[in-house]
Structures are given as C-alpha cells and as structure tokens.
C-alpha cells in the first residue's frame, strides 16, 4: 500500500535566523518577522505541496539550544520528543556559524534527518565570508542549501533536499566525542537503548542529557522507573567534576563549542579579517557607555512624543467619528423617556460609551505599534535590552523586559494588555512573572485622566513637578516590587542565563511596519473589546440596581410633572402650543431637541451646523421653533420654554442617577469599604470610583463626574465641583495624594487581569496580581497619609518626600554591597553579547 501521509517537517533554528522567512517561503503563509529576540514563540504550523506530495511544516520557536533553560527551548524539545517529524530543517545564519551549529549537533544527536539551510549567504558574501558548502556538508554529515530567504532565493533547492531526506534512510544518530565523558555517555547511551517506551534514536541524546543533569530527562527516566540508571548518572557527573573541576554540563558545552570552531575553521575563509562591518561601526556609538543612555532616552522622548502627543492631536480628528456613531446608535434604540429611559436605551448606549473609550486611542496605539515595529526591524530593540539588562538584573529582571515596560507606559500614555502581552518573548520564567507581576505599575492612558483631574485640583501651581513625580515613581516602584517578588515568591521559578544575538541593522519596509502596526492595534481590540463589552454589562447592572426607593421616585415625578406644566403654563396662547399637545407629542420633542443638541456640538463646520437645521425644519417643521432660534416673538418663547424644560429635566435626571448610584449594589459595596479606606482619607465616592476603574481605568474620572453632580442651574467643570465638595468634607492636597499614590500601585484592569491570566496559564497568579497590588497600594497611601498628617506635612511637600524616599531606596537596592557574600548561583553566566 501507497505511503500518503503527509511528510513531517521541523524548521528549528536560533532567533534572528531568518525561520519565519523560510516558513513563508514554504508554505506562502505570512508570519511575524522582526529582529528583536524572542519575537516567535508559539508553535506555526503551514503546509505546501511538492510533487505530489503534502509536507506539514511547524515553525519552531528560535531557541538557541535544546536545554530546555527558556519557554522556546522547552516548546521546541516537547513537539520534537512527542512528535518527531520526518526532516528538521535547520535553519543557520551564515554569518554566525559557530554560534548556530551546536544546535544542529543536538539535532543529528536526537537522530533527526538534518537538512541545514544556510541562510543570509548575502549577508555573509558583503562581510567577506567564503563557506565552502561541499566541504561543510561533508562534516556535517548532511544536506546544505544556500539560501538568500529575504530575496526567495533558495526555496526550490530546499525544497528538494526536504524531498530527499523525507524519502531516504533513517539516519544515524551523531556521534560527537566528549572525550574524558565519552565512555559514561557510550555506557548510558546502551543502557537507554534497551529500555521500552524510549526511542532508540535519541538513547545517546538522554544519555547527554542525564550527564548535564537536565531536570526534564532526569524525569522522563524516573517516570520510566530508572533510579539506578539515574543514581549512576549521578556518581558519573560527580565523579568527572572531582577530576576535572568543571561541571559535566559546561564540558559538554565546551566541546560542541570547540567541534564547531574546528568546522569554522575548516569550512569558511574571512576574506575581511580585521575590517570593522557597518553594524559594529554603529554600534560603537550607539553603545558606547557615555552615548548609549542619552540614545536611549533620546529615542524613548520621541516614541512619547510622536505616539501619545501628536497621537492624541489625532483623537481630535476621531472622536467627532465616534460621537457621530453615538449618534447614530442613539437613533436606533428605544428612544428616551422624560425622566426614566428604558433599559435597552440605557444598557446600549452605556455600552456604545465603554467602546468609544477604547476605541479613541486607537490613533495612539497605531503609531506607538508602528514606532516599536521600526526599532524592532532596525535591530535597534535587541540593544535596547542589551543596554538596560545590566540595570534591570539587579531588580531580578530582563533586558528583554523593557518592551512590555514600554508598551506598558514608562513615562505616560501605554497600555498594561499588549504590555504583557509582549512578556512572552521573555526566556528567564523568574524574570518574565516579575515582568507581569508590575507591567501594569506603569503609566498607562487611562490613568492620565484622573492624575490631570486631581493635580488640576489641588496642584494648580505646581503640575509639571506633580506629573514628573509621578511618571517617574511609578517606574521606580516597579523595579522595587519586582526585586520583592524575585526575593520571595518568585524565588523558587526557574532562571535562564541571558544570550542575546545583536542582529544587523537592518531598514525596516514600510508593509512590515504597517501590517504589524495594524495586526498589533486589532489584536488589542479584539481581546480589550470583548472584555469592555462584558464588563460594562456588570457594572451597569451594579450601579443601576435596584434602583431609586419608590417613594423618592415617586417625588421626582411630581417635580417633573410641575416643570412640565410650566413648560405648558409658558406656551398658554402661543401658536406653536398645538405641535406639543399630547404626552407622546412632547417626548417625541424631547427627544428631537436632545438629538439636535448632540449633533450640534458634534458639527465639525459652520456648513455643517447649517445642515443640521435645515434637517430639523425639514424633518420635524412643526417643533423646529421649539429647537432653533428664531427671532420672532412667538419663536422665542417655544425656545425658552423647551430650553427651560430641558434644563430642569437634566438636573432631575442628574439627581436621579446620584441617588440610583448611591444606593446602588456598588454603591453599598462603597460604604462598605468606608472602614478600611478611611485610613487613606477615601470616602464613598472615591471607593466607588475606584471600584469601578477595575473594569476600565477610564471609569474612574466618568464615576466621578455623575458622583460630584452639579447643582440645578449650574454649568461648573468637573474640578471646580469636584474640589469644592473635598474641601468642604476636610480634604486636602494630601487626600490627592494619598489617591494618586494607591491609583498607580492599584491592580490591573480587568482586561490586563486576563491577559495575566492567559500568559502565565494560572488563576492562582492572575488572583495575586489583584490582591498584592490592592494590600500594597492601601498600606503606601494610608501610611503616607497618615504620616504626612502627624508631620504637618503639604500635599507637595509628602509627595516630594515620598519620590526621593524611594528614590534613595532604590539606590540601596541597585549599588554593589561588598560587605555582602556573593550568593549568584555557582556558574550562571553574565550578558554575552554575541556581535555579528
């Protein structure tokens, strides 16, 4: 019987080696590519046919080995141990061969047939390097196609050495000699080939792997009942490093290490030795000691000021679209009654709102995506992590913790979900939950509302040395926390020592830059949307219910009964009396006047307002008076008469909701925490507030607007309302800051929450990224709140103490203690920067 199954193929390879490039040359499917590190880590598979024949192609995440230290490594090790493909194409960059190759002798090691693309052979030529291929396969032992994956060059050649190894004999594991080890690994290597259940082809790649006491091997063979095997595994490793001082594990290494640098040399001739390359040339600047920070904070100052200043120049631009949508949603529901809506009205224009919110920033995140796309694409990303790596270890993170802290919002204007979104290319597991753990410590948008509410408050004089202090706290308590957590609960995680390629520098396109831009922007709205839907159902639901007590209700009846039969008692003898002589006539005027105001603010030009009442007289001739100025008499008085009834019926509306708030689900929940909170001098309404920012960060200043609500016949900004009613309560400048301290330790919104939760694929960490930042953020602003308070401290004055507090803990953290022990783990190495 015909074989028709489809040949398994395996693209492995080190990050920056052009995989994604050759998996779409394969199978025609676009995949992400970028050269900042750790960029692919989940699993892609494709597929392609070739005469006849259907190849299944999984793309494997870059790893650089198969020792399972980081998240690809382990990823890449289980798909080639629980289905082992028929070819693994190893995918080498040809200017870094000695790099590349101990990878692919762990491969032919696990007894794979290895078809070895060279790839970037343009990049290798422009450097000088000659690769003889014939010489190169022959020690290889295996099949080399040249390959160019950014120009398709190579594709059909690859293509045909997949074919033939698919179709040849099984290959024979490789033998590398480890010299003094090399007879343990052979008396291993036959003890793991008579053992059910484990393939005989990867017996010698075990027996490695139990000598460089490799955690997932050692229990593969537990769990196969070995613990002899094991224990003389154990004396072996013992045994070689009383005799030769060095661990098994990093012998190994070395003489994969040094195999490779026979071949280099052997195989390739550097007609450029000594010549210095553009990349090194650049680099010599841009990571100079002195030069490479004020880069650095040169290239942050711009993505701030191209994303989220003129970003937010374009809101203006988009807000008047979604307004109109507002508009236009409006239209279409249930329409309004005079004092009590109907619930689907209510619900969906509640809804409509929490989408609008989201959906303004999209300008923003568009240019911020498209910025981290051009320094991810130059190269520039993976010496951004190269640069801060040193300053970051010492809080137990990771160089490549500074893009989720950049999408997070270093100094203003990100956003916690795509920031930790972005920890996944992080290999260091201890480093990555820490990123997690205080991404949403940063600043992102939706806190800026409420720091520019308070600060405009309480700080009128002094808000650019407020929102320095807090854009720059927030960063300096992240990387404290994150110390904490490495310190404690995070302590036990595993570690990975942190290897990074410094790829070429390279000119981004602009439709690469572009479709991430927009694949990153939709992504965030796809998966911050779907939450906002659901989550602005539930609080709706808690604030509205059960609702205004029948007897209150039944008193903002009669208050707008009587506005009503002024609004009548004012039209008495007026010919426009008619259009509103009904009940329904006069909701459905209401409405009209309602509608029209809302278009009228929304009118970007005067030809535009122009429109808009010709509309209404021609749609609605006989109310028009009542909505549109006039200056005959009789039009003036149907004009003030329903400017007067509309007023009246906001400020019953606005009481209404008060009172539905106050006594609402949420509401009780807010005087509830009265007990606690109290301590941070935060009533009610701030509970409130702060309750209902969970769901979205921006809930927080809207919350507060309908709960500071204006008096009937006042036109007053939420900050004149709002400060005035503190400071009548006893609330000061140092209840500000006390709230702005615990809203930038506060926990993540409810979205962030989840993307918690899908990244670290635990409920137990996405409860403790809410809890620990709530008992945090309360203890920080009670206890400076009530300190300040004992010292008679200002609002500016606890703020200032506060910053240079933590400012010189961190300094205390961060400097070399030579009065310590040395307590790194015995041969964890320090950044290896590995130049191209």
């Given at each position: 019987?015909?074989?028709t199954?489809?040949?398994?193929v395996?693209?492995?390879?080190q990050?920056?080696?052009?995989?994604?490039t050759?998996?779409?040359?394969?199978?025609?499917?676009?995949?992400?590519?970028?050269?900042?590190?750790?960029?692919?880590?989940?699993?892609?598979?494709?597929?392609?046919?070739f005469?006849?024949?259907?190849?299944?192609?999984?793309?494997?995440?870059?790893?650089?080995?198969?020792?399972?230290?980081?998240?690809?490594?382990?990823?890449?090790?289980?798909?080639?141990?629980?289905?082992p493909?028929?070819?693994?194409v190893?995918v080498?960059d040809?200017?870094?061969?000695?790099?590349?190759?101990?990878?692919?002798f762990?491969?032919m090691?696990?007894?794979?047939?290895?078809?070895?693309?060279?790839?970037?052979?343009d990049?290798a030529?422009?450097?000088g390097l000659e690769?003889?291929?014939p010489?190169?396969?022959?020690r290889?032992?295996?099949?080399?196609?040249?390959?160019?994956?950014?120009?398709?060059?190579?594709?059909?050649d690859l293509?045909?050495?997949?074919?033939?190894?698919?179709?040849?004999?099984?290959?024979?594991?490789?033998?590398?000699?480890?010299?003094?080890?090399?007879?343990d690994?052979?008396?291993?290597?036959?003890?793991?080939?008579?053992?059910?259940?484990?393939?005989?082809?990867?017996?010698?790649?075990?027996?490695?792997?139990?000598?460089?006491?490799?955690?997932?091997?050692?229990?593969?063979a537990g769990?196969?009942?070995q613990?002899?095997?094991l224990?003389?595994?154990?004396?072996?490793?013992?045994?070689?490093?009383?005799?030769?001082?060095?661990?098994?594990?990093?012998h190994?290494?070395?003489?994969?290490?040094?195999?490779?640098?026979?071949?280099?040399?052997?195989?390739?001739?550097?007609?450029?030795?000594?010549?210095?390359?553009?990349s090194?040339?650049?680099?010599?600047?841009?990571?100079?000691?002195?030069?490479?920070?004020?880069?650095?904070?040169?290239?942050?100052?711009?993505?701030?000021?191209?994303?989220?200043?003129?970003?937010?120049?374009?809101?203006?631009v988009?807000?008047?679209?979604?307004?109109?949508?507002?508009?236009?949603?409006?239209?279409?529901?249930?329409?309004?009654?005079?004092?009590?809506?109907?619930?689907?009205?209510?619900?969906?224009?509640?809804?409509?709102?929490?989408?609008?919110?989201?959906l303004?920033?999209?300008?923003?995140?568009?240019?911020?995506f498209?910025?981290?796309?051009?320094?991810?694409d130059?190269?520039?990303?993976?010496?951004?992590?190269?640069?801060?790596?040193?300053?970051?270890?010492?809080f137990?993170?990771?160089?490549?913790?500074?893009?989720?802290?950049?999408?997070?919002?270093v100094?203003?204007?990100g956003?916690?979900v795509?920031?930790?979104?972005?920890?996944?290319?992080?290999?260091?597991?201890?480093?990555r939950?820490?990123?997690?753990?205080?991404?949403?410590?940063?600043?992102?948008?939706?806190?800026?509302?409420?720091?520019t509410?308070?600060?405009?408050?309480?700080?009128?004089?002094?808000?650019?040395?407020?929102?320095?202090?807090?854009?720059?706290i927030?960063?300096?308590?992240?990387?404290?926390?994150?110390?904490?957590?490495?310190?404690?609960?995070?302590?036990?995680?595993?570690?990975?020592?942190?290897?990074?390629?410094?790829?070429?520098?390279?000119?981004?396109?602009?439709?690469g830059?572009?479709r991430?831009?927009?694949d990153?922007?939709?992504?965030?709205?796809?998966?911050?949307g779907?939450?906002?839907?659901?989550?602005?159902?539930?609080?709706?639901?808690?604030?509205?219910?059960?609702?205004?007590p029948?007897?209150?209700?039944?008193?903002?009846?009669?208050?707008?009964?009587?506005?009503?039969?002024?609004?009548y008692?004012?039209?008495?003898?007026?010919?426009?009396?008619?259009?509103?002589?009904?009940?329904?006539?006069?909701?459905?005027?209401?409405n009209v006047?309602s509608?029209?105001?809302?278009?009228?603010?929304?009118?970007?030009?005067?030809?535009?307002?122009?429109?808009?009442?010709?509309?209404?007289?021609?749609?609605?001739?006989?109310?028009?008076?009542?909505?549109?100025?006039?200056?005959?008499?009789?039009?003036r008085?149907?004009?003030?008469?329903?400017?007067?009834?509309?007023?009246?019926r906001?400020?019953?509306?606005?009481?209404?909701?008060?009172?539905?708030?106050?006594?609402?689900?949420?509401?009780?929940?807010?005087?509830?925490?009265?007990?606690v909170?109290?301590?941070?001098?935060?009533d009610?309404?701030i509970?409130?507030?702060?309750?209902?920012?969970?769901?979205?960060?921006?809930s927080?200043?809207?919350?507060?607007?309908?709960?500071?609500?204006?008096e009937?016949?006042?036109?007053?900004?939420?900050?004149?309302?709002m400060?005035?009613?503190?400071r009548?309560?006893?609330?000061?400048?140092?209840?500000?800051?006390a709230?702005?301290?615990?809203?930038?330790?506060y926990?993540?919104?409810?979205?962030t929450?989840?993307?918690?939760?899908?990244q670290?694929?635990?409920?137990?960490?996405?409860?403790?990224?809410?809890?620990?930042?709530?008992?945090?953020?309360?203890?920080?602003?009670s206890?400076?709140?009530?300190?300040?308070?004992a010292?008679?401290?200002?609002?500016?004055?606890?703020?200032?103490?506060?910053?240079?507090?933590?400012?010189?803990?961190?300094?205390?953290v961060a400097?070399?203690?030579?009065?310590?022990?040395?307590?790194?783990?015995?041969?964890?190495?320090?950044?290896?920067?590995?130049?191209?």
């Open positions: 019987m015909t074989d199954r489809p040949y398994g395996a693209l492995a390879g990050q920056n080696c052009g995989k994604s050759i998996f779409n040359i394969l199978t025609g499917l676009q995949q992400h590519i970028a050269n900042y590190p750790g960029v692919t880590v989940d699993k892609k598979s494709g597929a392609y046919m005469e006849e024949r259907r190849y299944q192609v999984t793309d494997l995440p870059g790893a650089y080995s198969l020792s399972a230290f980081s998240p690809e490594e382990r990823v890449s090790r289980q798909v080639l141990l629980e289905d493909p028929d070819v693994v190893n080498i040809a200017t870094n061969l000695r790099r590349s190759l101990p990878l692919t762990q491969l090691e696990m007894g794979f047939r290895v078809v070895v693309a060279l790839n970037m052979m990049a030529a422009r450097r690769i003889d291929l010489a190169l396969s022959r290889l032992n295996a099949p080399v196609v040249p390959m160019v994956g950014r120009a398709g060059k190579g594709g059909q293509r045909d050495a997949i074919a033939e190894a698919a179709q040849g004999p099984q290959a024979v594991p490789a033998t590398l000699n480890y010299g003094p080890l090399e007879d690994v052979a008396a291993l290597h036959a003890r793991l080939a008579a053992i059910p259940g484990l393939d005989g082809r990867m017996a010698r790649w075990h027996a490695v792997k139990l000598l460089e006491d490799d955690a997932e091997a050692i229990g593969r769990r196969l009942g613990t002899d095997l224990q003389d595994a154990e004396g072996m490793r013992a045994r070689f490093e009383r005799v030769e001082g060095l661990s098994a594990g990093d190994i290494s070395a003489t994969r290490d040094r195999h490779a640098a026979e071949i280099l040399r052997d195989c390739v001739t550097d007609t450029r030795h000594g010549m210095i390359s553009v090194e040339r650049i680099d010599r600047v841009l990571l100079n000691r002195v030069f490479a920070p004020l880069f650095l904070m040169a290239t942050i100052w711009v993505i701030y000021q191209l994303s989220i200043v003129q970003g937010y120049e374009l809101t203006k988009t807000w008047p679209v979604l307004a109109g949508l507002r508009n236009m949603a409006a239209s279409v529901l249930p329409d309004a009654g005079f004092l009590v809506d109907p619930q689907i009205r209510s619900l969906g224009l509640w809804i409509v709102d929490s989408i609008n919110t989201l303004n920033y999209v300008p923003i995140f568009l240019i911020l498209a910025l981290i796309a051009i320094l991810e130059s190269g520039y990303m993976a010496r951004i992590a190269f640069i801060l790596d040193r300053i970051l270890h010492r137990g993170l990771h160089g490549q913790s500074t893009l989720p802290f950049i999408l997070g919002g100094f203003a204007g956003c916690a795509p920031g930790v979104m972005a920890t996944k290319g992080i290999p260091d597991a201890r480093a939950l820490a990123t997690i753990l205080t991404v949403p410590f940063m600043n992102c948008m939706a806190k800026i509302p409420l720091y509410l308070l600060i405009n408050i309480y700080f009128p004089d002094a808000k650019g040395l407020m929102l320095f202090y807090l854009s720059t927030t960063v300096l308590a992240a990387l404290l926390v994150a110390k904490l957590l490495t310190s404690s609960v995070l302590a036990a995680q595993p570690t990975a020592p942190f290897v990074m390629e410094l790829p070429s520098y390279h000119m981004p396109t602009v439709t830059v572009a991430r831009a927009v990153r922007t939709w992504m965030y709205i796809k998966k911050v779907t939450v906002v839907v659901a989550i602005a159902v539930v609080i709706f639901v808690l604030l509205q219910f059960p609702g205004v029948s007897e209150r209700m039944a008193e903002y009846q009669s208050r707008g009964e009587a506005a009503i039969a002024e609004f008692a004012t039209l008495e003898g007026s010919p426009h009396l008619a259009a509103v002589d009904t009940p329904d006539e006069l909701i459905a005027l209401i006047h509608t029209y105001k809302a278009r009228r603010l929304n009118a970007a030009s005067r030809a535009a307002a122009e429109a808009l009442d010709q509309g209404v007289r021609d749609d609605h001739p006989n109310v028009a008076p009542f909505v549109l100025r006039s200056r005959a008499d009789a039009d008085t149907a004009f003030a008469a329903m400017r007067d009834l509309a007023n009246a906001n400020t019953l509306r606005r009481e209404m909701q008060s009172e539905r708030i106050e006594s609402s689900f949420l509401g009780h929940v807010g005087r509830g925490l009265e007990p909170t109290q301590f941070a001098d935060f009610w309404r509970n409130i507030a702060l309750l209902a920012s969970f769901a979205a960060r921006e927080s200043v809207a919350t507060l607007g309908v709960l500071f609500d204006q009937e016949g006042e036109n007053r900004a939420l900050e004149d309302r400060g005035d009613q503190q009548a309560e006893g609330r000061t400048a140092l209840s500000a800051v709230l702005m301290l615990f809203f930038a330790l926990p993540p919104c409810l979205a929450v989840i993307m918690v939760r899908v670290t694929q635990s409920t137990g960490w996405m409860t403790f990224s809410i809890i620990f930042p709530t008992i945090l953020g309360l203890v920080v602003a206890a400076v709140f009530q300190g300040a308070s010292l008679d401290l200002s609002g500016l004055e606890a703020m200032t103490a506060v910053w240079l507090g933590t400012f010189a803990l961190l300094l205390l400097l070399p203690k030579p009065w310590l022990p040395d307590l790194r783990r015995r041969g964890t190495p320090d950044i290896e920067d590995v130049a191209p």
